[in-house]
């Protein structure tokens, strides 16, 4: 499966229903205000899905999330409601 534009606004609309913000995007990626991104990246990874901690990047409240196969996201939104009652 590969990715395609059209999941961007879906997944986007997905995170915004957890109270995350998701930052308009043309690029094959989400950056999303989730509080504190090491936190949610070292949860995330646990789960076995792997975002990018921005704080490198001077954003320590956002991650950023690669645009994969449909399948792959729904993957993502269902281990971020679970870190969502987690943090």
Do not use: Y
């Not at 961007?8 to 504190?36: E, Q």
């Amino acid at each position: 499966p590969t990715r395609r534009p059209s999941d961007l606004p879906l997944l986007s609309d997905r995170l915004d229903r957890l109270s995350l913000t998701v930052h308009p995007s043309a690029a094959n990626f989400l950056l999303v205000k989730v509080g504190d991104a090491s936190v949610w990246h070292d949860k995330l990874m646990r789960l076995g899905l792997f975002v990018r901690d921005c704080t490198s990047f001077g954003l320590p409240e956002h991650i950023r999330i690669g645009i994969r196969s449909m399948a792959d996201c729904q993957r993502l939104i269902e281990a971020m409601e679970t870190v969502s009652f987690q943090v």
